[in-house]
């Protein structure tokens, strides 16, 4: 038997608490490796049919997608008020999305980032493969 929850406990949260956090953040980070060296850049996502999407104009996360190269998406939010906070953090495979239908039915979802690049549009996909996430307690 497991103690109650103190002040300042970390919780795990289910799969599912995650996907919704996610899913609701404003904006999260997609985190890749580029040339050697670990990099961060802050991204808009959107679920479509269980899997995370982002769009991008080419360049370094767009090379990084067409590798199929490992990536993290992470967001958290909290109150510092309160201190009560969570953290979510889900690790995958990027890859661009290449089909047609997909590309229309991801063009079709009402989704606008808050940066809209200039040149061409892609999307990405995001295929989880660890999810994971916690919450501080403050009951």
């Known amino acids: 038997m497991q103690p109650p929850p103190r002040p300042g406990d970390l919780v795990s949260l289910d799969p599912s608490t995650c996907v919704e956090l996610l899913e ?3 904006w999260v980070r997609v985190a890749f490796v580029l040339d050697g060296a670990p990099t961060v850049l802050p991204v808009n996502v959107v679920l479509h049919q269980d899997t995370f999407y982002f769009q991008t104009a080419s360049g370094s996360k767009l090379g990084t997608a067409a590798a199929a190269g490992p990536v993290a998406l992470q967001a958290d939010g909290g109150d510092p008020a309160t201190r ?37 549009h892609f999307w990405v996909r995001i295929e989880v493969e660890e999810l994971s996430g916690r919450r501080i307690l403050r009951p």
């Open 24 to 26: 609701a953040a404003p």
């Open 84 to 120: 009560e906070g969570w953290s979510v953090l889900a690790q995958g495979t990027a890859s661009i999305v290449t089909d047609p239908e997909l590309e229309q039915a991801l063009w079709a979802l009402p989704f606008e980032p808050w940066a809209i690049p200039d040149q061409g």
